[in-house]
C-alpha cells in the first residue's frame, strides 16, 4: 500500500474511531460510537474508552459500569469487548450459536457437556439471583462447592459458555476486576432488534467507527457469514458509502468526512481497536514493524504510540507513590517536536488517572 494511501486511510480511521476530534464526554458514548471495544485485559479497555473521550478519568470509567451503562462479555469473535449494556443481547444473539457449536470438541476435551452447563446455569443462577454480585474467584468457589469442578480451565470456559448463552456478564466494578451478575436483572430493559435489524445496526455502527474497513474487516471483526455480510450492508442502503483505494473497496459512515482533523500524538492501550478492528492493519502498522508490536506473534498486543495515524513505538508504564513514568521505545528515531508532544501525551494519560506525570522517556528500539 502507497504511503499516500496509508494515510489517507489512517486518518480517516482516527476521526471515526473517536481518536481525533472527538467531542464525547462519557464512555458510555464512547461504547455506543464505537459499537464494541475489544476488552480481554480490563485495564487497558478502560484507557481505551477514557481516550476516546477527552477529559475522561478511570473514575469516570469505572462509575459506569458501576452504573450499568457498559458491560463486558463476549459478543465477537468469542473474545472479551466492552459494550453498552444495552445493545449486549443482540450483539451476542448474532453468532452465539455458531460460536458455541465451535467450541464444541474443546468443551468436550474438558468433560463438558450440556448435563454439567445445565447444572453450572443452575448453581450460578441461584447464588446471583436477587442482585448478588460475585467476583469471578467467588463464583468459581460456589460451582466447586456445588459439584462442578472448575479446575484445569473447565471454570474459565464455564464462565464463556454462561456469558455467550445470556446468563451473565461482568458488570460493576469489584475490587481490581468486575463482579459477575445476571444479565436479566443488570440489564433490565434490553433492545430488542429481528435478525435483520441486527445484523443492519452491526454493518452501520461497525463501518462509522472503523471505517474506511473492508467487508473482509468485518467479517473478521464479528465472525458474521459472507451472505450475512450482504444483507447487512444492503440494509444499511445510504447509511454508508463507499471509498475506493488502490482498486479495494472500503466503507465508511455516509456522513464521515474526507478532512479529518489533523491527527494527535496518541498513547494507545495494547489491544486497541485502532489495531484490532481490522483483519488486515498494514495501513496504521506496516508489516516490519508489527513484530516489534506482537512480540513472537504471541497474541499480546503491546500499548502504541500513534504519530500521524501511524504506529510509530510501544510505551509502557511505572507507577511510583503517585506519579507515572513512562518510556516510549520508537522503532525510528523522533523528531524533538515529535517527542514532546509524547511527553503531553504521557501527562494526560497520567491525569486519567489521578496521577502527577513523572518522566517521560523516549528511547531507540
Given amino acids: 500500500m502507497r504511503r499516500t494511501d496509508r494515510t489517507l486511510i489512517a486518518n480517516l480511521r482516527l476521526a471515526a474511531q473517536q481518536l481525533a476530534g472527538s467531542t464525547l464526554t462519557a464512555p458510555a458514548d464512547v461504547a455506543t460510537a464505537m459499537l464494541a471495544l475489544q476488552a480481554q485485559d480490563l485495564s487497558s479497555a478502560q484507557w481505551a474508552l477514557a481516550v476516546r473521550s477527552p477529559s475522561t478519568t478511570l473514575a469516570d470509567v469505572d462509575r459506569a459500569f458501576d452504573t450499568g451503562a ?14 453498552p449494556a444495552v445493545d449486549l443481547g443482540w450483539m ?5 450459536d455458531r460460536i458455541v457449536r465451535g467450541a464444541a470438541t474443546r468443551h468436550a476435551g474438558l468433560g463438558l457437556d450440556e448435563s454439567v452447563f445445565a447444572r453450572a446455569a443452575d448453581v450460578v443462577r441461584g447464588v446471583l439471583r436477587g442482585g448478588a454480585r460475585l467476583s469471578r ?3 468459581f468457589a460456589e460451582l466447586d462447592a ?8 473447565r471454570g474459565g470456559n464455564l464462565l464463556w459458555y454462561l456469558a455467550h448463552t445470556g446468563l451473565i456478564c461482568f458488570g ?14 443488570w440489564i433490565p430493559e434490553p433492545r430488542r432488534l429481528t435478525p435483520d435489524e441486527a445484523l443492519t445496526e452491526l454493518a452501520v455502527r461497525y463501518f462509522t467507527s472503523h471505517g474506511p474497513a473492508t467487508v473482509r474487516d468485518l467479517l473478521w471483526w464479528s465472525k458474521i457469514l459472507v451472505p450475512e455480510a450482504r444483507r447487512a450492508i444492503e440494509g444499511a442502503g445510504d447509511r454508508l458509502r463507499q471509498l475506493v483505494v488502490d482498486d479495494t473497496v472500503y466503507y465508511l459512515g455516509a456522513e464521515q468526512t474526507d478532512a ?10 495494547g489491544f486497541d481497536e485502532y489495531i484490532l478492528g481490522y483483519a488486515d492493519r498494514d495501513a496504521v502498522l506496516p508489516p516490519e514493524h508489527s513484530e516489534r508490536v506482537v512480540p513472537g506473534a504471541n497474541g499480546i498486543f503491546l500499548p502504541m504510540v ?18 507515572v ?11 524533538r517536536t515529535t517527542v514532546g508532544r509524547v511527553e503531553r501525551a504521557a501527562a494526560g494519560y497520567a491525569r486519567y488517572l489521578g496521577l502527577v506525570p513523572g518522566s517521560t522517556t523516549v528511547v531507540d528500539a
Fill in 70 to 83: 457498559i458491560v463486558r462479555s463476549w459478543p465477537f469473535r468469542g473474545t472479551l469487548h466492552v459494550t
Fill in 92 to 96: 451476542l444473539e448474532l453468532t452465539r
Fill in 137 to 139: 474467584a467467588d463464583l
Fill in 146 to 153: 456445588s459439584g462442578v469442578a472448575t479446575d484445569q480451565q
Fill in 172 to 185: 460493576p466494578m469489584q475490587d481490581s476486576g468486575q463482579a459477575v451478575v445476571l444479565t436479566e436483572e
Fill in 260 to 269: 479529518p482533523p489533523a491527527p494527535p500524538i496518541l498513547l494507545l492501550p
Fill in 306 to 323: 500513534v504519530a500521524k495515524g501511524q504506529v510509530v513505538a510501544t510505551w509502557r508504564r511505572t507507577i511510583r507513590r503517585g506519579t
Fill in 325 to 335: 513514568d513512562t518510556v516510549a521505545t520508537a522503532f525510528e528515531p523522533m523528531a
